[in-house]
């Protein structure tokens, strides 16, 4: 047993040394204070692999759920930051949570039920510990891992909101930005033109419902779009209602890789937030040079994912280690405007 529970633990070593040594001798990433890329090696030693073992059933089933946990990874650190709220169900069916506003409401419920799942067969194993906020970061890493993209450590240790904030899902990035709107939005976040590139790089899997794109092949189509890949998008989706979707990267749909890039150059990008991103001069030569240099995107591309699953952490006695991840421990689920209130009261539950 002692054994098997030290392989286990060699899987974070391990992910974190091949890291640091493929960086090319790059300072190890900043991680924010309460973080550790340590911080469950004595309370749940096991976690790194039994996220990837269960990962890798879940994603042979339904390579589809892939793409869906990291999206559910943006969406939740891009809003109040990485600490589980788009997780949280609404307090009442007249309320409203970030899962039910538009940027959201098509967040694959598969991908939400698969974390929640991770959380029960984490919370069995090591006891209530983990929160929902780690497994999330944890699950996306491995989603690009399994899916044919790069291994990166994740620093550990975050905490559960209380709270959510549906205002906040308005600042979520959309499929009609501009490479403007991406960098100002990013860049309220720190990140920069490279960061904005890479992350877009997660376009690499997953697809779309038309509404997402319909605008740029009816009643015209986009000027920036291949005539031919906009046939094929019109014979997909009749009208921005069909329930037809469309592949993110039309070379490898199903594989993280750089082919995203090689679309956008061939102008074969889905979203005007994508292509835009080869039309702007600002974005050009990064997309290039990640559409030439597979390893250069995937050292750009971890970085900035280290960098994102650090927004606006819960650390130390913050919040809590949820229960169950759709609902806050003991209590019903506040909006934010409650935020200020709910962080006076003492936790009913500490860990």
Excluded at 257 to 282: E, H, K, P
Aim: charged share 20%; net charge neutral; glycine share 6%.
């Amino acid at each position: 047993m002692a054994s098997s529970l030290s392989t286990l633990v060699l899987l974070s070593s391990f992910v974190l040394l091949s890291y640091f040594q493929a960086s090319e001798a790059q300072a190890p990433p900043p991680i924010v204070k309460g973080l550790s890329w340590t911080f469950y090696q004595s309370s749940c030693p096991q976690l790194e692999s039994l996220v990837r073992n269960h990962l890798r059933k879940v994603f042979k089933r339904d390579i589809g759920q892939a793409a869906g946990i990291v999206r559910i990874f943006f969406h939740d650190c891009f809003v109040q930051g990485c600490d589980g709220s788009v997780l949280l169900d609404a307090v009442s069916p007249n309320d409203q949570s970030e899962k039910d506003t538009p940027p959201n409401v098509t967040l694959r419920p598969e991908a939400l039920q698969t974390i929640e799942d991770l959380r029960a067969l984490i919370h069995k194993k090591c006891g209530r510990v983990v929160s929902c906020s780690d497994l999330t970061v944890l699950a996306a890493r491995e989603a690009v891992f399994l899916s044919g993209g790069p291994n990166f450590p994740v620093p550990l240790g975050r905490r559960d909101s209380l709270n959510f904030s549906v205002a906040g899902t308005n600042n979520l990035p959309g499929p009609f930005s501009s490479t403007g709107g991406l960098l100002s939005a990013f860049g309220d976040q720190n990140f920069d033109a490279t960061d904005v590139v890479a992350l877009s790089g997660a376009h690499t899997f997953g697809r779309s419902h038309c509404g997402a794109f319909f605008g740029r092949i009816s009643p015209t189509v986009d000027r920036t779009m291949d005539s031919s890949f906009a046939a094929s998008l019109k014979a997909i989706c009749p009208a921005a209602s069909s329930p037809n979707t469309a592949n993110l990267d039309v070379r490898t749909p199903n594989i993280f890789d750089n082919q995203y890039y090689v679309d956008l150059m061939n102008r074969q990008g889905l979203f005007v937030s994508d292509q835009d991103l080869f039309t702007d001069a600002r974005t050009k030569s990064i997309v290039v040079s990640f559409a030439k240099n597979q390893k250069l995107f995937f050292d750009k591309f971890s970085q900035a994912m280290i960098k994102m699953s650090q927004l606006s952490v819960l650390t130390g006695k913050q919040g809590e280690i949820r229960n169950k991840c759709s609902a806050t421990n003991g209590r019903k689920t506040t909006s934010s405007v409650l935020s200020a209130v709910v962080e006076d009261v003492e936790e009913l539950t500490q860990f």
